[in-house]
């Protein structure tokens, strides 16, 4: 089992930028998948990003490629979401989230996923 606490967020103008980290609590945090997910008032929860056990695979959703980048250091139990060119539409409760096993074609969906943190608000001025 892993717990996942986000930290990162806070208030920043359009086009700013903001990296979000994710530490985790237990000694297998290098064998889990990550995702990032976000939700907004209003909004189902939604995939932002998925980063494999060894960091090797990447995808993003494509609202989100090109500008924002998920990276992971196991040494330090930490994920992190860097969001550059950030938007208003970028405002929401980002939450990181761990996967006992993650088929794919199944990464971007939040039901595959076993462990969630409390989420951290971004919120983006225009």
């Known amino acids: 089992q892993v717990q996942l606490v986000e930290s990162g967020g806070g208030l920043v103008q359009a086009g700013g930028s903001l990296r979000l980290s994710c530490a985790a609590s237990?000694?297998?945090?290098?064998?889990?998948?990550l995702g990032w997910f976000r939700q907004a008032p209003g909004k189902n929860r939604e995939f932002v990003a998925y980063i494999s056990w060894s960091g090797g695979i990447t995808y993003y959703a494509d609202s989100v490629k090109g500008r924002f980048t998920i990276s992971r250091d196991n040494a330090k139990n930490t994920v992190y979401l860097q969001m550059n060119s950030l938007k208003p539409e970028d405002t929401a409760v980002y939450y990181c989230a761990a996967g006992e096993y993650l088929a794919p074609g199944r990464r971007r969906y939040a039901d595959q996923y076993d462990y969630w943190g409390q989420g951290t608000q971004v919120t983006v001025s225009s």
């Open positions: 237990g000694r297998t945090f290098s064998s889990y998948p």
